[in-house]
Structures are given as structure tokens and as C-alpha cells.
T-cell receptor, first 114, second 105 residues
Framework: EPEVTQTPSHQVTQMGQEVILRCVPISNHLYFYWYRQILGQKVEFLVSFYNNEISEKSEIFDDQFSVERPDGSNFTLKIRSTKLEDSAMYFC????????????FGPGTRLTVT | RKEVEQDPGPFNVPEGATVAFNCTYS??????FFWYRQDCRKEPKLLMSVYSSGNEDGRFTAQLNRASQYISLLIRDSKLSDSATYLC??????FGSGTKLNVKP
């Protein structure tokens, strides 16, 4: 069964450093998403991406964040200057171009900012 | 006001019990509704979409009440493996905080 993959599974970085989180969505999916979940809190939407551009973003997705689809398979989230409060699990998700809006999530990258 | 609200629980039930969760949403124009399940420190996994006519998948039944702006999930004959957090999702991207279910032997 096809699945969304994410790398790395765990990333430790120092405050102020840049990190890039990588995702490989399911191959025939056209919509891509990033979410974060701070430990013990709810899943929060960051950004959605379709047709090589951002289709929607939340208030959390400020200028320190960016997304890119550098080739036909990868989808990346860059955090430019990490803060302690960026420590969270980051999930990538994808879905087909259908009316059902059912998303499939990757296993997540746990980001720890020290 | 939160977009999506859920009772956090936990719901502690014995195996075989029937348990129901509700979720309310604030935007009356909402179009899509889902239940996801999340195990501890894992990714959310789609359990089922929720349609206006209601839908059933084995032991799981989901209902949508647009007039009252809530959706429900009913789990019959609970199994130990049903222990997880159940997430209500509205309009694709708005997640509730989840309702924790513990099924005890």
C-alpha cells in the first residue's frame, strides 16, 4: 500500500539554526500539507500546496517558514531560524484530486530545538 | 471561539461496550467532516469520512447533524485495540483536540 514518508524521523537543532524537513507524498497525489503538533496539544494546520504554489496557510506559517516541491517527488518544509517553541512533531500529508478530501499522513518528524 | 470542539475525555470503558463521541463545529458553511484516530506519538490515521446521510463501517458509525453543527462517532463492541485518541476534523484542516478512549479488559 502506498504511503507518505518523512525524513528524518527525529531532528535536534540549536535555536537560530535552519532546518529542512522532507516528505515524499503518495505518487499520484496532488495536494500536500504540513501540520505540526506540539506535545500534548492538537494537530495544527500550517500550509497546503497545490499546483506548485501555496493554496492556504495559517497564522502560524509566518516568514520563518517556507515550502518547496523541488522535484516531482519531494515536498519540503524549511524553518529559517528555529525557536524553542518550534519544538513539535511535524506531519506531512497528501491527498488525491478528488472531492472527498481524505488526507494520508506521514509518520512525522520530531523536531527538538535546544 | 474554537473551530472544532471535542470532549477530551478520557472515556474509560470495558471491552464490548458501546461508546459515543461528539464534536461540534463553529462554521455553518463547513463542507467536509472526518474522524481520524491517533495512537500515542503516531500520525493521525483516517478512520472514516462523515456524510450527511450517515455512514457505517463495521463497528463504527458516523453521523452528521448540520442543524446542530455536530458530528458523532459510535463504536460498538469496543476492542482493546480501539484504545486511542479520536480526532474530529472539519473542512479538511481544522482538527479538534481529540477524545481519548481507553478500553479495559
Amino acid at each position: 500500500e502506498p504511503e507518505v514518508t518523512q525524513t528524518p524521523s527525529h531532528q535536534v537543532t540549536q535555536m537560530g539554526q535552519e532546518v529542512i524537513l522532507r516528505c515524499v507524498p503518495i505518487s499520484n497525489h496532488l495536494y500536500f500539507y504540513w501540520y505540526r503538533q506540539i506535545l500534548g496539544q492538537k494537530v495544527e494546520f500550517l500550509v497546503s500546496f497545490y499546483n506548485n504554489e501555496i493554496s492556504e496557510k495559517s497564522e502560524i506559517f509566518d516568514d520563518q517558514f517556507s515550502v518547496e516541491r523541488p522535484d516531482g517527488s519531494n515536498f519540503t518544509l524549511k524553518i529559517r531560524s528555529t525557536k524553542l517553541e518550534d519544538s513539535a512533531m511535524y506531519f506531512c500529508a497528501s491527498r488525491e484530486r478528488t472531492a472527498t478530501y481524505e488526507q494520508y499522513f506521514g509518520p512525522g518528524t520530531r523536531l527538538t530545538v535546544t | 471561539r474554537k473551530e472544532v470542539e471535542q470532549d477530551p475525555g478520557p472515556f474509560n470503558v470495558p471491552e464490548g461496550a458501546t461508546v459515543a463521541f461528539n464534536c461540534t463545529y463553529s462554521n455553518s458553511a463547513s463542507q467536509s467532516f472526518f474522524w481520524y484516530r491517533q495512537d500515542c506519538r503516531k500520525e493521525p490515521k483516517l478512520l472514516m469520512s462523515v456524510y450527511s446521510s450517515g455512514n457505517e463501517d463495521g463497528r463504527f458509525t458516523a453521523q452528521l447533524n448540520r442543524a446542530s453543527q455536530y458530528i458523532s462517532l459510535l463504536i460498538r463492541d469496543s476492542k482493546l485495540s480501539d484504545s486511542a485518541t479520536y480526532l474530529c476534523v472539519v473542512n479538511e484542516i481544522y482538527f479538534g483536540s481529540g477524545t481519548k478512549l481507553n478500553v479495559k479488559p
